[in-house]
C-alpha cells in the first residue's frame, strides 16, 4: 500500500512560482509512476504531468507544458512539480498518485494523496 503526501500549495500571484512536493512511503516508489493531477472550483479533475519510474520520461498536458516541471529524487522518495509563471486559471487543489503501469496511459492511478491548494491571484 502506498502513501502519499503532498506539501507546497499555497497563495500566491500571477507570474509567481510554486514548487510542490510528493513523499511516499508504504510501497516500492522506484517501481511507481507518478502523477499529478488537479482540480480547480467547479471543474473536473484534469492529468498535469506524470514521470515514469526512472525519472527519464515525462509527460504534461498542453495547459502547462513549458511551464512546469516533474522530477524525482528517489533516494528521498519525493516527486517535485515546479510550476513557473502561474496564472489564475492554474487555481485548484493539486493531487498526486501512484500506478505501478506505464506513462504511457494517462489513467490507472491507484493510489492518491489528500491534494493541497494552490491559489494564483491576478
Known amino acids: 500500500q502506498v502513501q502519499l503526501v503532498e506539501s507546497g500549495g499555497g497563495l500566491v500571484q500571477a507570474g509567481g512560482s510554486l514548487r510542490l512536493s510528493c513523499t511516499a512511503s508504504g510501497g516500492t516508489f522506484s517501481r511507481n509512476t507518478i502523477g499529478w493531477f488537479r482540480q480547480g472550483p467547479g471543474k473536473e479533475r484534469e492529468f498535469v504531468a506524470a514521470i515514469d519510474r526512472s525519472g527519464g520520461s515525462t509527460v504534461y498536458s498542453d495547459s502547462v507544458r513549458g511551464r512546469f516541471t516533474i522530477s524525482r529524487d528517489s533516494a528521498k522518495n519525493t516527486v517535485y512539480l515546479q510550476m513557473n509563471s502561474l496564472k489564475p486559471e492554474d487555481t485548484a487543489a493539486y493531487y498526486c498518485?501512484?500506478?505501478?503501469?506505464?506513462?504511457?496511459?494517462?489513467?490507472?492511478?491507484?493510489?492518491w494523496g489528500q491534494g493541497t491548494q494552490v491559489t494564483v491571484s491576478s
Open positions: 498518485s501512484a500506478k505501478y503501469g506505464s506513462i504511457g496511459s494517462r489513467g490507472g492511478y491507484d493510489y
